[in-house]
């Protein structure tokens, strides 16, 4: 009889290089192993978990909704894809919202409208997208284009013409490519996730906003990893004064079920009709009553909570023997180890009780840091020892 692990690697395609580690069950900011080992979790998968595992208020509310209706199509009118949309337009002054499975998905429907946008408001010719180098957007054809890591195109060209790239924080950057192309849209992580935990500065974030207004270009900010409290903050724009025209999130406001949200501000707003865009899932009434239950308990308490935890982070982090810098927003964090490989860190606190992971490419990987935003304050600072010691 096959192990799980074995199983595994015959019947699933493989794309993932996974750990050695089968987790089969967790509570909240502990995971355990088969083998009945317990992990302090660090990465929340990939940020998805913003409660940890099983919080009990969102099982509850996911459960109580799978009794009444799982899934229906979009043709018919549901109570929590209703009540989540209303929630995130009165939390962020957005005007309507358009529900899909993943951040991938989301921007991809981000990217459809800032192109029907420019067809529409500026001419057949206005098309181009700039993104940032080093910015990650998701998988499918438009947003792996739009992603700024140049390893994610290899071997997928032809890639989707119109996107051009330009250096984040180095606003001149994106002038040039404002003055070589028609625009349609900029699109923005206020902190790169895949790409190293990098912080949008506020001069960028300025300069970002005065060519967008300037010149009738979008400004679409990619919240996928960064929002819903992550960085202590509902959305992170909020903390760079940023005022975007199309807001993209996932992972962490579905509690560690799929969910994508596309937020389109009045500017965007109407650009896409029926018929435009669509997913058979989005806005399945399960999904939405999990993100409900994350959404409704991230009042302002919460995220000071998040700002409170982060700077014991920053804290107990910098200075530390192998430590060259520390990045990173609320519980957004990258560390720039000075000492040994991240890939080798991380697997050390694996084999110590930490799940961590990486950022970035090649030489230049920091260790990533996405604990629960529930992770106590005993459960953070043991896992921040077991890092520290690690690092060194």
């Not at 929590?80 to 529900?99: I, N, V």
């Not at 995220?303 to 200075?319: H, N, P, Q, T, Y």
Request: net charge negative.
């Amino acid at each position: 009889m096959l192990s799980i692990k074995e199983k595994d690697n015959k019947y699933i395609t493989g794309t993932y290089n996974r750990f050695p580690v089968v987790i089969t069950h967790g509570k909240g900011a502990i995971a355990y192993g088969e083998d009945g080992k317990e992990y302090i979790d660090m990465e929340s998968g990939y940020g998805t978990n913003s409660f940890g595992f099983c919080d009990d208020e969102w099982l509850a509310a996911v459960t109580a909704q799978l009794q009444k209706v799982q899934h229906t199509s979009n043709l018919y009118y549901t109570e929590p894809a209703a009540d989540l949309a209303e929630m995130l337009c009165q939390r962020t002054g957005m005007k309507t919202a358009f529900f899909a499975n993943s951040g991938g998905e989301a921007n991809e429907c981000a990217l459809k409208a800032a192109r029907k946008y420019g067809h529409t408001h500026k001419g057949d010719d206005c098309y181009t997208i700039i993104s940032m180098k080093n910015s990650f957007h998701g998988r499918g054809f438009g947003a792996v284009t739009a992603t700024g890591i140049e390893s994610d195109h290899r071997g997928f060209e032809p890639l989707v013409p119109g996107f051009v790239y330009a250096d984040f924080n180095d606003i001149d950057s994106v002038k040039q490519l404002v003055s070589d192309n028609k625009t349609a849209a900029i699109i923005v992580e206020c902190v790169q996730g895949e790409g190293g935990v990098n912080v949008m500065t506020p001069e960028f974030a300025a300069g970002l906003q005065k060519i967008c207004s300037d010149n009738d270009i979008l400004l679409i900010c990619d919240e996928v990893q960064c929002g819903n409290g992550r960085t202590g903050t509902l959305y992170a724009y909020e903390q760079l004064g940023l005022h975007p025209d199309i807001v993209t999130t996932a992972k962490g406001i579905g509690g560690g079920l799929p969910i994508g949200v596309c937020m389109f501000g009045e500017k965007a707003d109407g650009t896409l009709v029926p018929g435009d865009h669509g997913t058979t899932f989005g806005g399945n009434p399960v999904a939405c009553a999990g993100a409900i239950s994350i959404l409704s308990r991230m009042d302002e308490v919460f995220l000071a909570d998040v700002r409170r935890k982060s700077k014991i982070v920053f804290d107990a982090l910098e200075g530390t023997p192998g430590v060259a810098r520390v990045d990173g927003l609320g519980l957004m964090i990258g560390i720039v180890p000075s000492e040994k490989p991240a890939g080798e860190i991380v697997n050390e606190c694996l084999e110590k009780g930490v799940l961590c992971i990486t950022a970035g490419s090649g030489g230049s990987q920091k260790v990533r840091l996405l604990p629960p935003l529930t992770i106590t304050d005993e459960q953070l600072v043991k896992a921040l020892e077991i890092i520290r010691s690690c690092l060194a």
